[in-house]
C-alpha cells in the first residue's frame, strides 16, 4: 500500500526541549525502528515538521552582525529540509530499513493573494516567556502569540496549491525508494515569471494531505505528541476523539496554530479521495496505521468504526 506519513516537531524535540543535534538524532533513532518496518513493508512519503529548527535559524540570522539582513525564511526552510531529511535516512537506515530512501528539496507553489499571507498564526522557534517574547518581538520585527502558557513567533502560513517535485517524487516511488520530502510544507514559492520565494512557512499537514491525493495514497497518517484529536482540550473533560468523519469533526473547534491545521488537512483528504486519515501519536504509529488507536476519520462511519466515541481522558500539552 501507499502512505503518506507526516511527523510532527517532536519526532526531533519535544517541547521546551533546547535544539541540541544530539537531541534531535536520539528522538529519531527512537521513532525509526517502527517507521522502517513500515517503510520495508509499503510505499511511504515521510512529510516532516520545521517549527523549532526554522525557528533557531531564524534567530541565528537575525543576530548575526556580520549579516547586511537575515537570511529568508524560504532559505532557511531549504537548510532544515537537508538537516531533517539527512537526519530522517541515517536513522531510517541504522534501525534496518533495506531499501533505498532519499530526500528530495520540495518546492511548494502558494497563492501570492492568500489570505494567510497577511495573517502570521503559524508557530516556529522556541518557546518565551512572556516578557521575553516581547523582547525578541521587538528586536527583531517579528509577530508572537501564545502557545499554551508560553508565548512563540507566529509567521504567514498560507495553502500549497502545487507540489513542483511531485512528478519525482512518483518516480521514485515506481522505483521502490522511500521519499523524505514536503519538509516544513516545502519552500513556499509564487509562479510568476519563474518561481519566487515567499517570506513564509506553510503547515506541513496541509502539503501532506495535497502530496496524499495527487499521489493517491491509500491513506495519510498524521503523526504528533498527543494520542489523538482532543475534545473539550485543558478541561476536565478533554477527551480523544477516536472514530469520526469530516463533517462532525468539523463541527468542533480547535487552536488554529496547532490542532487545527491538522484536523482541516486530514478531513480535507478525507473528502477529496473518500480514504481514511488518522491523527494520532508517533510512539505508536503502526496502530495508528492499522486503525486501532488515534483518531480514525472516514467519509462515512463503517463496521470498522461503528461510531463516534471518546476514550482516554489526556492532559497532553498542545501539539506543535
Given at each position: 500500500?501507499?502512505?503518506?506519513?507526516?511527523?510532527?516537531?517532536?519526532?526531533?524535540?519535544?517541547?521546551?526541549?533546547?535544539?541540541?543535534?544530539?537531541?534531535?538524532?536520539?528522538?529519531?533513532?527512537?521513532?525509526?525502528?517502527?517507521?522502517?518496518?513500515?517503510?520495508?513493508?509499503?510505499?511511504?512519503?515521510?512529510?516532516?515538521?520545521?517549527?523549532?529548527?526554522?525557528?533557531?535559524?531564524?534567530?541565528?540570522?537575525?543576530?548575526?552582525?556580520?549579516?547586511?539582513?537575515?537570511?529568508?525564511?524560504?532559505?532557511?526552510?531549504?537548510?532544515?529540509?537537508?538537516?531533517?531529511?539527512?537526519?530522517?535516512?541515517?536513522?531510517?537506515?541504522?534501525a534496518g530499513h533495506p531499501g533505498q530512501a532519499v530526500t528530495v528539496i520540495t518546492h511548494t507553489v502558494v497563492d501570492a493573494d492568500d489570505a494567510a499571507m497577511g495573517t502570521p498564526t503559524k508557530f516556529i522557534g522556541a518557546v518565551?516567556?512572556?516578557?521575553?517574547?516581547?523582547?525578541?518581538?521587538?528586536?527583531?520585527?517579528?509577530?508572537?502569540?501564545?502557545?499554551?502558557?508560553?508565548?512563540?513567533?507566529?509567521?504567514?502560513?498560507?495553502?500549497?496549491?502545487?507540489?513542483?517535485?511531485?512528478?519525482?517524487?512518483?518516480?521514485?516511488?515506481?522505483?521502490?525508494?522511500?521519499?523524505?520530502?514536503?519538509?516544513?510544507?516545502?519552500?513556499?514559492?509564487?509562479?510568476?515569471?519563474?518561481?519566487?520565494?515567499?517570506?513564509?512557512?506553510?503547515?506541513?499537514?496541509?502539503?501532506?494531505?495535497?502530496?496524499?491525493?495527487?499521489?493517491?495514497?491509500?491513506?495519510?497518517?498524521?503523526?504528533?505528541?498527543?494520542?489523538?484529536?482532543?475534545?473539550?482540550?485543558?478541561?476536565?473533560?478533554?477527551?480523544?476523539?477516536?472514530?469520526?468523519?469530516?463533517?462532525?469533526?468539523?463541527t468542533l473547534p480547535f487552536a488554529a496554530g496547532s490542532m487545527g491545521p491538522k484536523v482541516d488537512a486530514a478531513c480535507g483528504f478525507v473528502e477529496a479521495t473518500g480514504k481514511r486519515a488518522a491523527i494520532g501519536s508517533l510512539d505508536?504509529?503502526?496502530?495508528?496505521?492499522?486503525?486501532?488507536?488515534?483518531?480514525?476519520?472516514?467519509?462515512?462511519?463503517?463496521?470498522?468504526?461503528?461510531?463516534?466515541?471518546?476514550?482516554?481522558?489526556?492532559?497532553?500539552?498542545?501539539?506543535?
Open positions: 500500500m501507499r502512505f503518506v506519513i507526516a511527523l510532527g516537531g517532536n519526532a526531533l524535540l519535544h517541547r521546551h526541549e533546547a535544539p541540541e543535534a544530539a537531541t534531535q538524532v536520539a528522538r529519531l533513532s527512537l521513532a525509526a525502528p517502527a517507521l522502517a518496518r513500515i517503510a520495508a513493508a509499503h510505499q511511504v512519503v515521510f512529510v516532516h515538521g520545521n517549527g523549532p529548527q526554522v525557528g533557531l535559524l531564524a534567530r541565528e540570522s537575525a543576530e548575526d552582525e556580520t549579516l547586511t539582513s537575515p537570511y529568508p525564511l524560504s532559505a532557511l526552510g531549504a537548510e532544515t529540509q537537508g538537516l531533517i531529511g539527512s537526519l530522517l535516512i541515517q536513522a531510517l537506515h541504522n518565551y516567556d512572556c516578557r521575553h517574547a516581547r523582547r525578541l518581538a521587538d528586536d527583531n520585527g517579528w509577530d508572537i502569540a501564545a502557545d499554551g502558557e508560553g508565548w512563540r513567533r507566529v509567521v504567514p502560513s498560507p495553502l500549497p496549491r502545487r507540489i513542483v517535485e511531485l512528478s519525482a517524487a512518483a518516480t521514485l516511488l515506481a522505483a521502490g525508494s522511500t521519499v523524505v520530502m514536503g519538509g516544513g510544507g516545502g519552500i513556499p514559492v509564487i509562479d510568476s515569471d519563474g518561481y519566487r520565494p515567499v517570506e513564509a512557512v506553510i503547515d506541513k499537514d496541509h502539503t501532506a494531505a495535497l502530496l496524499a491525493r495527487l499521489l493517491h495514497a491509500d491513506a495519510l497518517v498524521i503523526l504528533t505528541d498527543v494520542p489523538g484529536v482532543i475534545a473539550d482540550y485543558g478541561t476536565p473533560a478533554a477527551t480523544v476523539i477516536a472514530a469520526t468523519t469530516p463533517a462532525l469533526l468539523r505508536h504509529v503502526q496502530d495508528v496505521l492499522d486503525g486501532t488507536v488515534g483518531t480514525q476519520i472516514t467519509a462515512s462511519l463503517s463496521p470498522r468504526h461503528p461510531a463516534v466515541f471518546r476514550a482516554g481522558p489526556s492532559s497532553a500539552p498542545p501539539t506543535r
